[in-house]
């Protein structure tokens, strides 16, 4: 059974730093496009920022120069590291793994950013 679980979300103050972490199982991790996302209430799921198997990286306008997303494939884990981070920043994170004929979605953690 696949299973991609989201750590580390929590409660920080605008301006401080959080690092989320995603732990996969069930699937060849090496082989897929991993990413987060995340969702405000009452708003749509956007991409946050992907990387792809051999180290390629994509961010949001949102959060380039804040956001760093690296992968661990032989811990099967995907980090967002997330800087200088507003309330803005405040949604639901979920990490995501695409591969060919497959979509893979987390449970979802919550991260809340206070002024």
């Known amino acids: 059974q696949v299973q991609l679980v989201e750590s580390e979300g929590g409660l920080v103050q605008a301006g401080g730093s959080l690092r989320l972490s995603c732990a996969a199982s069930?699937?060849?991790?090496?082989?897929?496009?991993v990413g987060w996302y995340r969702q405000a209430p009452g708003t749509r799921r956007e991409l946050v920022a992907r990387i792809s198997s051999g180290g390629t990286t994509n961010y949001a306008d949102s959060v380039r120069g804040r956001f760093t997303i690296s992968r661990d494939n032989a811990k099967n884990t995907v980090y967002l590291q997330m800087n200088s981070l507003k309330t803005e920043d405040t949604a639901v994170y979920f990490c995501n793994a695409d591969g060919v004929g497959a979509v893979y979605w987390g449970q979802g953690t919550q991260v809340t950013v206070s002024s």
């Open positions: 069930g699937i060849t991790f090496g082989a897929y496009y």
